[in-house]
């Protein structure tokens, strides 16, 4: 079975900090992905990776930044923290470009003060 | 502009009958469809799939049906049990472009 863990279960910032979410799978998929989940938005994709230190631009990238060092490890940053980046965040996997449905963690709810 | 809308943001239903949550679609290019349930403090679980070239697919007691003509796929769940309360997204797919629904809370009743 895939794993994909979310490093935080809750966080809670402040306005201003740099916060990192991290999320790391251990089936090495090639593909991960960032959304962002707020009530009646459904999924919104902000980052996504489909290669070490490859990465693209989702629907809302704004305010936030990836990184991926590793092929396993992809991790969402917000540079300067705003209320409105108040959220669940939900990382996402997929094997290859191929296939379909994806694979999430548990996500983080992130509250920003 | 929502590529993939789901209408009803809640449905309730008896145990033993049938769940029926509809999705629309807007973006033509979508070559494949994804249902997915989310229970609350966890992430999605993918349910079913369909591609844009069937009109039909079942997985025991869930069906999706696809009708691309109408921009319309429907996922259906017979007979409903209290473990399939739910907030269940539909999603859209092209080139591991994955849009997603709103969403729709079903809560099946014993």
């Known amino acids: 079975d895939v794993k994909v863990t979310q490093s935080s279960r809750y966080l809670v910032k402040r306005t201003g900090e740099k916060v990192f979410l991290e999320c790391v799978q251990d089936m090495d998929h090639e593909n991960m992905f960032w959304y962002r989940q707020d009530p009646g938005l459904g999924l919104r994709l902000i980052y996504f990776s489909y290669d070490v230190k490859m990465k693209e631009k989702g629907d809302i990238p704004e305010g936030y930044s990836v990184s991926r060092e590793k092929k396993e490890r992809f991790s969402l940053i917000l540079e300067s923290a705003s209320t409105n980046q108040t959220s669940m965040y939900l990382c996402?996997?997929?094997?290859?470009?191929?296939?379909?449905?994806?694979?999430f963690g548990d996500g983080t709810r992130l509250s920003i003060l | 502009d929502q590529q993939v809308k789901q209408n009803s943001p809640s449905l309730s239903v008896q145990e033993g009958r049938i769940s029926i949550l509809n999705c629309d679609y807007t973006n033509s290019m979508f070559d494949y469809f994804l249902w997915y349930k989310k229970y609350p403090a966890e992430g999605p679980t993918f349910l079913i799939s369909?591609?844009?070239?069937?009109d039909k697919n079942e997985d025991g007691r869930f069906t999706v049906f696809l009708n691309k003509s109408a921009k319309h796929l429907s996922l259906h769940i017979v007979p409903s049990q209290p473990g399939d309360s739910a907030v269940y997204f539909c999603a859209g797919d092209f080139g591991q472009n994955f849009v997603f629904g709103p969403g729709t809370r079903l809560s099946v009743l014993p």
């Open positions: 369909i591609s844009s070239i069937k």
């Open positions: 996402a996997t997929t094997r290859t470009a191929d296939e379909g449905p994806q694979h």
